[in-house]
């Protein structure tokens, strides 16, 4: 009887499953899985193999001097990288705008008048029969003060038509007035709105939208504009849609900008053909013009462009990771997907924020072979065992898959991992046709944190991987799906109104965005369509002969992101157009879509054995 | 007079705290009704979200705040600012005794 040990170093984890084999039988004892250390194929990956394997043993009962031999993958020669950039900017010159939604704003219409200070107001420096003036409030003044000076004032015959507040209490000024006049309030920069200009104050009924503010007409007709000029402010009309309360000041030669920056060209190698796309096109152009070179040997961007700095960005962290000269760094594929960015308004004066269009690109990079040699040495002086270095990553997925209960060949293997989604063929036997699509989980994260504008990855993390819910009292909170959940001990107070995700652990984590649950789902689920619906396709397409997905019949899912909750069921969705048959593996039906390579490792050792 | 409104219950102190409280309360537009009371700020505040007809209420004595509501632990309310004078604090209290009420995020204290 041997004591064998399959190890699969993966760009984020490393798995190992112990087996002992009497002949042709298989008896499986145990498996473990480590977070992959150092860069995948490299020395430094002994550590976390090392980890793998010691959890292995001990779900095994079996210790290291026991081991006869070490099966090593013949890991896949690629990584990935990931960039972003904004191909469009909104920029205020000399603030003209607020438009925001204080929870609670005060009065209700349309004021217009030229902005004046308060203490203006309230030291008697307006006059009757002066020009409508719109007061600005410091946070200073109290609100009885701030009513008590605003109704003298109407009371004098000065026409008071409007009021921004930088405390929350225009519901509390306007509840004090005689005369009923909109009124913005938590205005944050309230010491940058220029004095002595034409503005105009918007605050809609409760559950409604400003109107004259957010029509470009409506802004011409307040100002008195030009069609040359009402041209000029149609960018600030589109960025104050769906507010409730806005204000506009015009300043002379202020004006809102909204250009698109020049994002440069991308270049597609293929072997046979070469393309250029304009990446201001989005991400299906360029999705299209790589399909009509594939394959594809090398992208480059144009220089000087924010997309050539994009691309040299990932050439030199892939450069830096293996060790191989940047001009040797050739990008096998690429992903690109459309996406927003919210991005503070340069100028505005209450923290506004503009949707930005962006582009994000996954990029694949292939890398030397060879070092995996070094790893297997490595791995034999830290354990003294034997290692084999046996069998393409692909060829072994595909065994350790087949051993999920329902599959035969022909049957095709998508690995869907951190960085690169895989997929391979089986047609008979031998005969494995793979392909690495640039592009997985880490790009989902990516997305979900740009759109929802949230910073910290591992909240991102949370926000992909958990099922949301919003917590409607302290004590019950309303799942995704729309069932609740009663709890006996008081939820946090940080928790309270918002949307949370579910941690496995039980833990609730508060998503502090504005956006509602919906929202937030929406945002998770076409996050991960763009990235794994397309990718399945993209690389069953390269795999399939004659590039038909209808051709195959069985797709095993195996990887950390077949995991997911929802992931698995948006692939089958893309698939099923297709008529196939997806699903999660079931690796020697006990390990989900985990351990397939380990696994297959083994499986591959012992039939070369038997047939031997 | 009933209907629904938050619940607060006083005992001492010099008004500015109340003032604070109901201006917090008044901007979010949720009614309150003040009812003079003996005992510390905990304990009024339990029975003041206890007789609240929307479970929310808000004790003060000559020193210090609370908010509390009636599915909690007598002894542990929501929130409790013991000896502060902070205004903006105290303004925050009554936003957020509000935002209970309408399930709105409760606002950080300053």
Redesign the interface.
Known sequence: MNLIVGVDIGNSTTEACVAAVEGGDVAYLGSGLAATTGVKGTAPNVTGAGRAIGHALRAAGRTLQEVDAILLNEATPVISGLAMETITETIITESTMIGHNP??PGGEGLGVGVTIAFEALSQQQVAPGDEAVIVVIPASVD?EEAALVLNAAVARGVAVSGAIAQR?????IA?RLVQLIPIVDEVTHVERVPLGMAAAVEVAAPGRTVRTLANSYGLATVFELTPEETRVVAPVARALMGTRSAVVVRTPGGDVTDRRIPAGTLELHGERAKKAVDVNGGAAEIMDALRRVQPLTDVVGEAGSHVGGMLAGVRETMADLTGDPVDTVRIRDVLAADTFVPREVRGGLAGEFALENAVALAAMVRTSRGPIEQVARALTEATGVEVVVGGVEAEMAVRGALTTPGTATPVAVLDLGGGSTDAALALGDDEVSTYHAAGAGDLVTKLIGSELGIEDRELAEHVKTCPLAKV????HVRLEDGTVQYFEK?LP??T???VVALTEDGGMVPIPVSHGLDRIRRVRRDAKRRVFAVNALRALREVAQHGNVRGIDFVVLIGGSALDFEIPELVAEALADHGVVCGTGNVRAVEGPRNAVATGLVEAWVRERVLA | MSGPAVFLHVAGGDGTALREVRAGLEEEGVPCRVIAAAGDAVAIAYSAACASPVSVGVGLDADSACLHLPQLPPGEPLLNLPAVHVPERLRALGHNAARLVKGAPLKELP
């Open positions: 929870q609670t609100f929350d209490d225009a519901r509390l509840n409607e009292s302290l004590f008081a107070a940080e309270f109104a918002r």
